[in-house]
């Protein structure tokens, strides 16, 4: 049993540097079509009381021949099944951009509502509530054709141009892009008549990236809510200098968390 565990999640979770000693993990949930390395690499930024744990989706990296998840069910139940026994452990923080945003606010709340576990601070970024006026009405792009669907991601930014100008690259990007657009376009969910979580939650965003309707977020929550605007545009934390303000902030906030959960 405890074999079939350590497999699970060594398929589901990507870590560079294991920190047994850490005091802390920080869950990271993928873009839209993203891999686990981006934040996976964190952790040998980060500070040693703090372990990275980079979620790997079906269809990419070491699970490329797994197909795609149809359902954000289907990503919360596999993530869930390999992440629970860790976060009965020591306490956890998650973090998500975009498709991770959605990601994340869905596995916070089936931890809380199944396990009762709650994470010490919740990072979400470059997203509107799923349950906001806003992205209901927001357009659809999985079903744009490939042409229209290419000149879309020209114009959010943060796709390399050489990957843009790469036929074959892009045969093997956009399937995983599309599907993980499929699923969140399909997700549905009720704004919370009550918070369900009880920890501070910090919103990020890009200062040039279409308008999301982060103060929605604020319901899912009791504790202290923050907005963080950053220069840039829908991958603004791809820039360096965003990057590092990004991971000062979640370092000071979590080890503020640990303290006030030890």
């Known amino acids: 049993m405890l074999l079939l565990c ?8 990507s870590c560079f540097r294991k920190r047994p000693d850490a005091v802390a993990r920080l869950i990271c949930f993928p873009w839209a079509g993203g891999g686990s390395i981006h934040y996976a690499r964190w952790g040998n930024v980060l500070h040693s009381s703090i372990e990275v744990l980079s979620v790997r989706l079906p269809g990419r990296e070491s ?3 797994e197909p795609f998840h149809q359902s954000l069910q289907q990503v919360v139940d ?3 099944a390999a992440l629970v026994p860790l976060l009965k452990e020591k306490p956890f923080a998650l973090f998500g951009h975009s498709f991770g945003a959605f990601t994340s606010f869905a596995v916070a709340e089936a931890l809380k509502r199944v396990h009762n ?10 997203a509107s509530a799923p349950y906001s006026e806003t992205r209901i009405k927001a357009p659809k792009r999985s079903d744009l054709s490939d042409e229209d669907f290419l000149q ?14 790469n036929p074959e690259v892009l045969k093997l990007f956009l399937p995983a892009l599309k599907a993980d657009l499929h699923v969140v ?6 704004k919370p008549e009550h918070p369900f979580l009880s920890c ?3 919103c990020f ?3 040039d990236d279409i308008p999301h309707d982060l103060q929605a977020w604020k319901s899912i929550t009791s504790g202290d809510f923050t907005i963080r605007m950053l220069d840039g545009s829908h991958f603004y934390l791809k820039d360096s200098g965003n990057e590092k303000i990004i991971l000062d902030y979640v370092t000071k906030q979590v080890e503020t968390s640990e303290m006030d959960y030890l």
């Open 6 to 13: 350590c497999s699970r999640m060594e398929k589901v979770i």
């Open 63 to 65: 699970r490329s021949r």
């Open 78 to 80: 596999e993530v869930v």
């Open 117 to 126: 576990l709650e994470p010490v601070h919740i990072f979400l970024s470059g």
């Open 152 to 165: 879309w991601m020209i114009s959010i930014g943060g796709t390399p141009p050489e990957l843009l100008a």
């Open 185 to 190: 376009e399909n997700y549905r969910c009720n």
């Open 200 to 202: 501070p939650l910090t």
């Open 205 to 207: 965003d890009g200062k």
